[in-house]
């Protein structure tokens, strides 16, 4: 019978949380760096074209700065971890993430990265004293750019969040209403907000849950008289 029901129910991929906290902040946070130093630089050298811009980018990135980006986050999680009291596990929530960046020093680790790599891509001929100079000059600029861009990717995480809540909320009245369409319609809204959480342990079991039960309702032909064992099941396949 555990077969059958567990056959009916179809686990989503897309909240796993096999790729760990770390991970998502790495590749969340790495993204708005990369933005944040690409329109700083823009605004130091107004006057690099296109392709002068984006040489110059792929050759910072080719002297450490990917790598070091992906470091600095690291780092800045693990030192952020400590000093907000978490010595093991994964965050919580949303905002102790964010308060966890912030103590971490996250945009300093960015700014003696910037130092770094510039350095030896002046010192392998590939950008002149001037240029180099300027955006150490400028640097605040790509650094308040960083900060803004990060900070605003935690405002949308909470946001995200706040709309999945009000979904999951949504999709459990539908439920006790027996009303399969409306369950539907927040289904897909909580599938599409997901996508873009940080995977945050209570969220992640609410949302597989619902996907267990949803799937097996869905399956079995919108038959909502589910057995105890099969609710059972549902909550245990998360």
Do not use: C
């Not at 030896?120 to 001037?130: M, Q």
């Not at 240029?131 to 750019?145: D, H």
């Not at 319609?185 to 599409?192: L, V």
Request: hydrophobic share 35%; glycine share 6%.
């Amino acid at each position: 019978m555990e077969d059958t029901i567990s056959k009916q129910i179809e686990i989503g991929n897309n909240l796993e949380n096999n790729l760990g906290q770390n991970n998502f902040l790495e590749s969340a946070i790495g993204k708005t760096i990369n933005t944040g130093i690409d329109i700083g630089i823009r605004v130091l050298l107004p006057d690099y074209i296109e392709n002068q811009a984006i040489d110059l980018k792929d050759n910072l990135m080719k002297y450490g700065l990917k790598d070091g980006i992906k470091r600095s986050i690291d780092d800045a999680i693990n030192l952020g971890k400590s000093a907000i009291g978490i010595l093991t596990g994964n965050f919580e929530n949303i905002s102790q993430a964010q308060q966890a960046i912030k103590s971490g020093g996250i945009i300093d680790n960015v700014s003696s990265l910037l130092d770094d790599v510039i350095n030896k891509v002046k010192s392998n001929g590939l950008i002149n004293n001037t240029v180099a100079r300027t955006i150490k000059q400028g640097k605040n600029t790509i650094l308040n750019n960083v900060e803004k861009n990060i900070e605003n990717t935690f405002n949308s995480q909470i946001k995200a969040l706040s709309y999945t809540e009000k979904y999951i909320n949504n999709w459990k009245e539908y439920y006790n209403q027996k009303d399969f369409e409306g369950m539907e319609r927040e289904y897909k809204k909580i599938e599409k907000q997901v996508n873009y959480l940080m995977p945050i342990e209570k969220t992640i079991n609410n949302v597989k849950t619902i996907e267990n039960i949803h799937n097996l309702i869905k399956n079995n032909g919108q038959d909502f008289n589910l057995s105890s064992q099969e609710l059972e099941l549902a909550e245990k396949l998360k």
